[in-house]
């Protein structure tokens, strides 16, 4: 074992103490009638046993069983706020909703400790302190605009805002309105060149896959790039975001500017992913940001087997904020298991895609 | 490992994503294919008008000398595949492997693709009405003292294509030589025939950078929709009802191509029971020209019980053996879906299915990697039933009992009708039935095809768009 090998399974030995720590920091709190939410105080009166008294460490979440998200789905949306919290402004934000009610969690400051964090994953030269961004993808009652705007604050710059309403989308894609579809794009583009033409000094941009590739043909088209208008840090992220997509983007794109992927959604925090260009052959290894979330990768057939290093499994969040707690969460997407690393001392899940067992019904890529 | 990259007007480009195309019946891997992502399609895209250029830089009829040099390649030469190369032989064994089409169908689709090229000149000829192809290139030409126009709709085709019938790729044979740009998307399980014919193409001279080739799923292939101003697409009828009034997309979808037998000739039928035979169970059933209804005012029941006689005992066989007729589901839950989709259709009154007896252990044949159905006839009282509107991707045929006035009316969509009747009224409301496709009156396999007519719309419509056109001298 090499030096840094063994410095890192040290680490490992370390983050994993820690985390117990905070898992039973957590659930004392969570489960505590002074400070926890109605929702899981309402659950422990029914559950027959205490979990602060019996979980001592992150193992003992498994007797939470899986937390079903379809219990986010529909109010009173103040079940969720725990008591500790009851005075303070409260944010909800939605998930999904094409059809029906839409998933909702509530927030405090979770999206901004959340984007703290993912800040000091950033690369000051390619997203320079100080600079203003330009946020263009889904806001509306989604976490992603709040949390793009801090983000640019907390790094001391200014947030230009233009939105996109996945769910319409979606309407278009199933409807067949191709034109429609092609329509929209262009006017949200439309509105991304005429931010960025207007002089505002955007030197950073959060997006998604599509619109980026819509932003740099457009640019190209008008005999520009996203070079040329001074972007010189993207940050992006989803299922879409493949080592194929990286490359693509990067080789055909983005002519140089930096650009960093991350794997996150409502239920949890952003994870992050060390850089990786051709000499890691665009792979992509999301790392959650524990202990505040931590990713597993479980055996689809027995999701209390975590499966081995390099093997594909269902991804599983736990959600550990005092804001909000989401045991042993069985995501929609599936990945391989990655060994933690120098910067990252824990697990992580490369290769992240939708979970084959569900994928057909999922609409993805949508914006 | 084969590995088929995706050409990007015609450069080969090997993706970080491959799909494995495996042995429908071994499950063994036969090839790895790059998988395109969508935005690669729209970056391509914005160079197409430069297909149709290296295209016009080569006159139209050096262009048709290549395609038919490129049939005589497709059939028989050894041709570039991965690192190595692709005998006739294993394109026919590895498209076997993949599609479960059984290896003596697949020579034959090759035969008619073969065909196809080589006729290429009469085809054209046909399509074009004559025209010089001169006109096509230029843009304008004076013909018999008249000046004619025609200005291209797009500079390629974009197509998605199936894996279901090698056939179907005739269609797009002609493009190339009308100097319009190829835009591929083949179907996951048959990348075999695009990329074969390509390399075909190319080996005839054909400029590759009027070809580009993108193996991907679903969203590559709305990529292609969505960047083409012209295309092309195979699918089931939910494709055809997504993109029906879309002057933009042409789709090819089911065919529910009928017989049927008229008043004056349903006495006769046994004479045509070769034919009824042949229309439904050649192929295995597989294309949109496969006759999936036979209409009559009488006898359908000993019609029905005659053709159940000669397709029902039918049982799948090795894709080797020269005597196979049914292809392989290779997708799984097809089949069984299939099945389960016939035992309700025949389970309303008026219904029979006539083969049942001679399927013992069941119409569907469950195997490890793959199914099977066996050749399915069923007779229908009347047209009421839901039964009469199925078409699947196998033998299966209704045969339904229908006066002969109220027919047309009846059928439904029909790409190809073979009318077996002399009875002059009867042929003229056949010829003006718009829900008829490809008319046949007479004695004629519906899987028959004349290559010189179109088929489901002129292409040369779809690709060029007649207009005044003045020039001061």
Same mark, same amino acid.
């Given at each position: 074992?090499?030096?840094q090998?063994?410095?890192?399974e040290?680490?490992?030995?370390?983050?994993?103490?820690a985390l117990?720590?905070?898992?039973?920091?957590?659930?004392d709190?969570?489960?505590?009638?002074a400070?926890?939410?109605?929702f899981?105080?309402?659950?422990?009166?029914?559950?027959?046993?205490?979990?602060?008294?019996?979980v001592r460490?992150?193992e003992?979440?498994?007797?939470?069983?899986?937390?079903?998200?379809?219990?986010?789905r529909?109010g009173p949306?103040?079940?969720?706020?725990?008591r500790?919290?009851?005075?303070?402004?409260?944010?909800?934000?939605?998930?999904?909703?094409?059809?029906?009610?839409?998933?909702?969690?509530?927030?405090?400051?979770d999206?901004?400790?959340?984007?703290?964090?993912?800040s000091?994953t950033?690369?000051?030269?390619c997203?320079?302190?100080?600079?203003?961004?330009?946020?263009?993808?889904?806001?509306?009652p989604?976490?992603?605009?709040?949390a793009?705007?801090?983000?640019?604050?907390?790094?001391?710059?200014i947030?230009?805002?233009?939105?996109?309403?996945?769910?319409w989308?979606?309407?278009l894609?199933?409807?067949?309105?191709?034109?429609?579809?092609?329509a929209?794009?262009?006017h949200?583009?439309?509105?991304?060149?005429?931010?960025?033409?207007?002089?505002?000094?955007?030197?950073?941009?959060?997006?998604?896959?599509?619109l980026?590739e819509?932003?740099?043909?457009?640019?190209?088209?008008d005999?520009?790039s996203?070079k040329?208008?001074?972007?010189t840090?993207?940050?992006?992220?989803?299922?879409?975001?493949?080592?194929?997509?990286?490359?693509?983007?990067n080789?055909?794109?983005?002519?140089?500017?930096?650009m960093t992927p991350?794997?996150g959604?409502?239920l949890?925090?952003?994870?992050?992913?060390?850089?990786?260009?051709?000499?890691?052959?665009y792979?992509i290894?999301?790392?959650?940001?524990?202990?505040?979330?931590?990713?597993?990768v479980?055996?689809?057939?027995?999701?209390?087997?975590?499966?081995?290093?390099?093997d594909?499994?269902?991804?599983?969040?736990?959600?550990?904020?005092?804001?909000?707690?989401?045991?042993?969460?069985?995501?929609r997407d599936?990945?391989e298991?990655?060994?933690p690393?120098?910067?990252?001392?824990?697990?992580?899940v490369?290769?992240?895609?939708p979970f084959?067992?569900?994928?057909?019904?999922?609409?993805?890529?949508?914006? | 490992?084969?590995?088929?990259?995706?050409?990007?007007?015609?450069?080969?480009y090997?993706s970080?994503?491959?799909?494995?195309?495996?042995?429908?019946?071994?499950?063994?891997?036969?090839?790895?294919?790059?998988q395109?992502?969508?935005?690669?399609?729209?970056?391509?895209?914005?160079?197409?008008?430069?297909?149709?250029?290296?295209l016009?830089?080569?006159?139209?009829?050096?262009?048709?000398g290549?395609?038919?040099?490129?049939?005589?390649?497709?059939?028989?030469?050894?041709?570039?595949?991965?690192?190595?190369?692709?005998?006739?032989?294993?394109?026919?064994?590895?498209?076997?492997?993949?599609?479960?089409?059984?290896?003596?169908?697949?020579r034959?689709?090759?035969?008619?693709l073969?065909?196809?090229?080589d006729?290429?000149?009469e085809?054209?000829?046909?399509?074009?009405?004559?025209?010089?192809?001169?006109?096509?290139?230029?843009g304008? &030409?004076?013909?018999?003292?008249?000046?004619?126009?025609?200005?291209?709709?797009?500079?390629?085709?974009?197509?998605?294509l199936?894996s279901n019938?090698?056939?179907?790729?005739?269609?797009?044979?002609?493009?190339?030589?009308?100097?319009?740009?190829?835009?591929?998307k083949?179907?996951?399980?048959?990348?075999?025939t695009?990329?074969?014919?390509?390399?075909?193409?190319?080996?005839?001279?054909?400029?590759?950078?009027?070809?580009?080739?993108?193996?991907?799923?679903?969203e590559?292939?709305?990529?292609?929709l969505?960047?083409?101003?012209?295309?092309?697409?195979?699918?089931g009828?939910?494709?055809?009802?997504?993109?029906? &009034?879309?002057?933009?997309?042409?789709?090819?979808g089911?065919?529910f191509?009928?017989?049927?037998?008229?008043?004056d000739?349903?006495?006769?039928?046994?004479?045509?029971?070769?034919?009824?035979?042949?229309?439904?169970l050649?192929?295995?059933?597989?294309?949109?020209?496969?006759?999936?209804?036979?209409?009559?005012?009488r006898?359908?029941?000993?019609?029905?019980?005659a053709?159940?006689?000669?397709?029902?005992?039918?049982a799948?066989?090795?894709?080797?053996?020269?005597?196979?007729?049914?292809?392989?589901?290779?997708?799984?839950?097809?089949?069984?879906?299939?099945?389960?989709?016939?035992?309700?259709?025949?389970?309303e009154?008026g219904?029979?299915?006539?083969?049942?007896?001679?399927h013992?252990?069941?119409?569907?044949?469950?195997?490890?990697?793959?199914?099977?159905?066996?050749?399915t006839v069923?007779?229908?009282?009347?047209?009421?039933p839901?039964?009469?509107k199925?078409?699947?991707?196998?033998?299966f045929?209704?045969?339904?009992?229908?006066p002969?006035?109220?027919?047309?009316?009846?059928?439904?969509?029909?790409?190809?009708?073979?009318?077996?009747?002399?009875d002059a009224?009867f042929?003229r409301?056949l010829?003006?039935?718009?829900?008829?496709?490809?008319?046949?009156?007479g004695p004629?396999?519906?899987?028959?095809?004349?290559w010189?007519?179109?088929?489901?719309?002129n292409?040369v419509d779809?690709?060029?768009?007649?207009r005044?056109?003045?020039m001061?001298?």
């Amino acid at each position: 074992m090499s030096m840094q090998a063994a410095a890192t399974e040290s680490r490992a030995g370390t983050e994993r103490e820690a985390l117990d720590a905070w898992v039973r920091e957590v659930v004392d709190w969570h489960f505590d009638p002074a400070t926890g939410c109605p929702f899981w105080l309402d659950w422990a009166s029914r559950a027959g046993w205490d979990p602060r008294t019996e979980v001592r460490g992150f193992e003992d979440l498994v007797k939470f069983g899986h937390f079903e998200d379809e219990q986010l789905r529909g109010g009173p949306v103040r079940r969720w706020v725990p008591r500790a919290y009851a005075d303070k402004p409260i944010y909800v934000f939605e998930t999904g909703g094409t059809t029906g009610v839409p998933k909702s969690r509530v927030a405090i400051d979770d999206f901004r400790t959340d984007y703290e964090l993912f800040s000091a994953t950033l690369p000051d030269e390619c997203f320079p302190r100080g600079s203003n961004w330009l946020m263009l993808g889904p806001s509306g009652p989604r976490r992603l605009r709040l949390a793009v705007e801090h983000l640019a604050q907390y790094r001391g710059g200014i947030c230009f805002c233009v939105d996109l309403d996945p769910r319409w989308v979606i309407k278009l894609i199933k409807k067949g309105w191709m034109d429609h579809l092609k329509a929209y794009q262009a006017h949200v583009i439309d509105q991304a060149i005429t931010v960025l033409s207007a002089g505002h000094e955007i030197k950073c941009l959060f997006s998604t896959p599509k619109l980026i590739e819509a932003l740099a043909n457009r640019l190209e088209a008008d005999g520009s790039s996203i070079k040329d208008t001074g972007i010189t840090g993207i940050f992006a992220g989803g299922t879409e975001f493949t080592p194929q997509w990286n490359r693509f983007a990067n080789e055909e794109l983005l002519d140089g500017v930096y650009m960093t992927p991350t794997y996150g959604n409502t239920l949890m925090g952003l994870a992050a992913s060390p850089p990786s260009g051709p000499d890691e052959g665009y792979k992509i290894t999301y790392y959650a940001p524990q202990p505040r979330a931590v990713l597993q990768v479980v055996d689809p057939d027995d999701a209390d087997r975590v499966v081995d290093y390099g093997d594909t499994g269902r991804v599983m969040l736990t959600t550990l904020t005092k804001e909000f707690f989401v045991p042993r969460f069985l995501e929609r997407d599936e990945g391989e298991r990655e060994p933690p690393c120098e910067q990252y001392p824990w697990d992580g899940v490369s290769g992240v895609r939708p979970f084959s067992g569900i994928a057909a019904s999922t609409t993805v890529g949508v914006y | 490992m084969i590995h088929f990259p995706i050409l990007r007007w015609g450069k080969p480009y090997k993706s970080l994503e491959v799909d494995k195309v495996v042995h429908f019946a071994t499950g063994e891997p036969v090839a790895e294919v790059s998988q395109a992502n969508p935005g690669l399609v729209a970056r391509d895209m914005r160079k197409a008008s430069r297909a149709r250029e290296v295209l016009r830089e080569v006159p139209a009829t050096e262009l048709v000398g290549m395609v038919k040099k490129a049939a005589e390649l497709f059939s028989t030469a050894e041709l570039p595949l991965g690192e190595g190369s692709q005998s006739p032989d294993d394109f026919v064994r590895q498209q076997s492997a993949t599609t479960g089409l059984p290896e003596h169908m697949c020579r034959m689709n090759m035969e008619k693709l073969r065909y196809v090229l080589d006729h290429i000149d009469e085809i054209l000829l046909s399509l074009t009405r004559g025209l010089d192809p001169g006109i096509l290139t230029r843009g304008y &030409g004076e013909e018999g003292g008249v000046m004619r126009s025609y200005q291209a709709t797009t500079p390629v085709l974009g197509m998605v294509l199936p894996s279901n019938s090698p056939g179907v790729h005739s269609l797009w044979l002609p493009i190339v030589p009308l100097q319009i740009g190829l835009v591929l998307k083949p179907g996951p399980q048959e990348p075999w025939t695009p990329w074969r014919m390509t390399q075909a193409f190319f080996e005839a001279g054909i400029p590759r950078e009027a070809v580009a080739l993108y193996p991907g799923l679903g969203e590559v292939g709305a990529a292609v929709l969505n960047n083409t101003p012209r295309s092309l697409i195979f699918g089931g009828t939910a494709t055809v009802e997504q993109y029906a &009034g879309n002057p933009n997309v042409q789709v090819h979808g089911p065919g529910f191509s009928k017989i049927l037998l008229g008043d004056d000739e349903v006495d006769n039928w046994e004479s045509h029971l070769d034919l009824m035979v042949d229309s439904v169970l050649i192929n295995s059933g597989r294309g949109c020209i496969n006759c999936s209804g036979i209409w009559a005012s009488r006898h359908t029941r000993e019609i029905a019980e005659a053709i159940a006689e000669r397709i029902g005992p039918i049982a799948p066989l090795p894709p080797e053996d020269p005597n196979a007729s049914l292809a392989a589901f290779t997708v799984p839950g097809q089949a069984a879906a299939i099945s389960g989709d016939i035992d309700n259709a025949v389970a309303e009154a008026g219904v029979t299915e006539v083969t049942a007896r001679f399927h013992d252990g069941g119409r569907h044949e469950a195997r490890e990697r793959c199914d099977y159905l066996r050749p399915t006839v069923v007779h229908c009282e009347s047209p009421a039933p839901a039964a009469v509107k199925k078409e699947y991707m196998f033998p299966f045929v209704t045969v339904v009992e229908c006066p002969q006035d109220r027919m047309l009316a009846s059928i439904g969509p029909t790409l190809v009708a073979t009318a077996i009747t002399s009875d002059a009224a009867f042929q003229r409301a056949l010829l003006d039935a718009r829900n008829v496709d490809r008319l046949n009156i007479g004695p004629i396999p519906t899987i028959r095809l004349n290559w010189l007519q179109p088929h489901e719309g002129n292409i040369v419509d779809f690709l060029f768009r007649p207009r005044a056109f003045q020039m001061a001298s």
